[in-house]
């Protein structure tokens, strides 16, 4: 990643119920619940010094948009009259996860119960406030 071989990391958005899971490894349906756990996982990668945060948040928002063609690049930026879709982040948030509090459908990662360090505290889709965490809770956002 910090060597610039991976262009991008993303996430695939399909949870699987625990039927979907509980059955044989080939017959498992792919993958884990990462949407609330990757940005915590990546900075794991921060924190230890293997890769820097620019280069960290590049891979999630400008790598993924350049792969999907110059009709997306606009996704991946703060500039005025592109689509407000913004993710506020503590770096140094420190939490266990837990897949009881998950607000996706999918529940399945092997890190339930895995101490992590940077948290999402809100995300803003096309302006409008669609996460809050709990611990932002008590601030006020306006539009």
């Known amino acids: 990643l910090s060597e610039g071989v991976l262009d991008a990391v993303a996430t695939d958005h399909a949870p699987h119920s625990w039927t979907d899971k509980n059955v044989t490894y080939q017959e498992a349906a792919f993958g884990i619940s990462n949407l609330e756990t990757a940005l915590g996982s990546l900075m794991g990668l921060v924190h230890n010094g293997q890769v820097s945060l620019m280069t960290m948040v590049q891979r999630l928002t400008m790598g993924p948009a350049k792969i999907l063609g110059s009709a997306y690049l606009d996704l991946a930026t703060l500039r005025p009259g592109t689509l ?45 406030l669609v996460y809050l965490d709990e611990l932002m809770k008590d601030r006020v956002f306006e539009k």
């Open 84 to 128: 407000a879709d913004v993710t506020l982040f503590d770096s140094e948030a420190q939490w266990t996860v837990d897949t009881t509090k998950f607000v996706s459908k999918g529940k399945n990662t092997p890190i339930d119960g895995v101490a992590l360090k940077g948290k999402v505290m809100a995300t803003i889709v096309n302006g409008s």
